[in-house]
Every structure is written in structure tokens, then in C-alpha cells.
């Protein structure tokens, strides 16, 4: 079965660094997504992505998230300078149709820990 | 906008125990209604959904049936595994491109 891939699974990163997560959704899936869960939290939804623009976002992603699909498999989320509250698991998740109730399907996540 | 709200856990069962795990939703209009797991180091799978009212979402022994009447998709197995214990999110939304929103996480624990 087709899946989500991220990577990498962890990234470690000093504060005030620049990181980019990668993933690359299933292949013939239109709608991007990423989610967060900080360690023993709910899992938080960042923002949307379809038709190369951001269609939704919540108020954590601020103007240090941004999100990019530099090619045809690839989607990344980068966090400009990073602070120590950013440590958190963060999942990317892909769907296939519009008008459809097809689930969304997750990769396995990238634990990103600031220090 | 959608919210979840779902039990606290830890739930601590033994083998072969039966599980209920209490989910409720807000929303407005009629959100899809998921029931994600989460097994240690690994990311979100999709256990089961419904898509409208009374529709039952049904997976490897796991049932949930969307309750409109009472804005609840409780998720029941009726004899639970060691290998069932994993983090369980109750998720709304997803219709179209919607984003889902998803309740706290139930942590169950299944003992020999």
C-alpha cells in the first residue's frame, strides 16, 4: 500500500536555526497537510496545501512556518529560526480527492528537538 | 470550527477485557469522523470512519457508530489484545480538503 514517507525520523537542531522537514505524500494525492503534536499533547493541525498555495492555516503557523512543494513529490515544512517551544513531533499527511470523505494518511512523523 | 473532546486515559485492561473509549464532537454541518492509533514510534494510522449519521466504521474488531442524536463515535472492542495497546485519537473533519481536528489521545494499556 502506497505511504507517506518523512524525513528524517529525528532532527535535533540549536535554537535560532533554520530546519526543513521533508515529506513525500502518496503519489497521486492533491491535498497536503501538516500536523504537530508536542510530546503528550493533542495533535495540532498547522496548515493545508493544494493547487501550490496554502488553503488553510492555524494560528501557530506564524511567518516563521512556511511550506513549499518544490517539486512533484516533495513537501516541505521549514521553520526559519527555531525556539525551544518548537520541539514536537511533526506529521505530515496527504489525501487524494476533493469531494470525497477519503481519509487523510500520515507518515510516521520527524521528532524535531531544540536545544 | 470542529472539536473533539474525548476520555483521559491511561485505560488499563486486561487481555481479553472489553474496551470503550468515549469520544464526543462540536460542529457545524455533519464532519467525517475518524478513529486514528498510534503504536509507540510510529506516526497516525486510520483505524476506521464514518461518513454520516448511523454509519458504522468497523476494523480489526474495533466498531464506532457515528451518533448524531448524541455527537458521539465511541470507539468498543469487545475482547482487547496486548497487542491493541497503542494511543487512540478521535478525529472530525476531513470532508473535502478540511483539516481534522482531533481529541486529546486515550493511551490504552492491555496486560496479559
Known amino acids: 500500500e502506497p505511504e507517506v514517507t518523512q524525513t528524517p525520523s529525528h532532527q535535533v537542531t540549536q535554537m535560532g536555526q533554520e530546519v526543513i522537514l521533508r515529506c513525500v505524500p502518496i503519489?497521486?494525492?492533491?491535498?497536503f497537510y501538516w500536523y504537530r503534536q508536542i510530546l503528550g499533547q493533542k495533535v495540532e493541525f498547522l496548515v493545508s496545501?493544494?493547487?501550490?498555495?496554502?488553503?488553510?492555516k492555524s494560528e501557530i503557523f506564524d511567518d516563521q512556518f512556511s511550506v513549499e512543494r518544490p517539486d512533484g513529490s516533495n513537501f516541505t515544512l521549514k521553520i526559519r529560526s527555531t525556539k525551544l517551544e518548537d520541539s514536537a513531533m511533526y506529521f505530515c499527511?496527504?489525501?487524494?480527492?476533493?469531494?470525497?470523505?477519503?481519509?487523510?494518511?500520515f507518515g510516521d512523523g520527524t521528532r524535531l528537538s531544540i536545544l | 470550527g470542529n472539536s473533539v473532546t474525548q476520555m483521559e486515559g491511561p485505560v488499563t485492561l486486561s487481555e481479553e477485557a472489553f474496551l470503550t473509549i468515549n469520544c464526543t464532537y462540536t460542529?457545524?454541518?455533519?464532519?467525517?469522523l475518524f478513529w486514528y492509533v498510534q503504536y509507540p514510534g510510529e506516526g497516525l494510522q486510520l483505524l476506521l470512519k464514518?461518513?454520516?449519521?448511523?454509519d458504522k466504521g468497523s476494523n480489526k474488531g474495533f466498531e464506532a457508530t457515528y451518533r448524531k442524536e448524541t455527537t458521539s463515535f465511541h470507539l468498543e472492542k469487545g475482547s482487547v489484545q496486548v497487542s491493541d495497546s497503542a494511543v487512540y485519537f478521535c478525529?472530525?473533519?476531513?470532508?473535502?480538503?478540511?483539516?481534522?481536528?482531533f481529541g486529546t489521545g486515550t493511551r490504552l494499556l492491555v496486560s496479559p
Open positions: 499527511a496527504s489525501k487524494g480527492q476533493h469531494n470525497s470523505n477519503q481519509p487523510q494518511h
Open positions: 503519489s497521486n494525492h492533491l491535498y
Open positions: 496545501f493544494y493547487n501550490n498555495e496554502i488553503s488553510e
Open positions: 460542529a457545524t454541518g455533519y464532519p467525517s
Open positions: 464514518a461518513t454520516k449519521a448511523d
Open positions: 478525529g472530525a473533519g476531513g470532508t473535502g480538503f478540511q483539516k481534522l481536528v
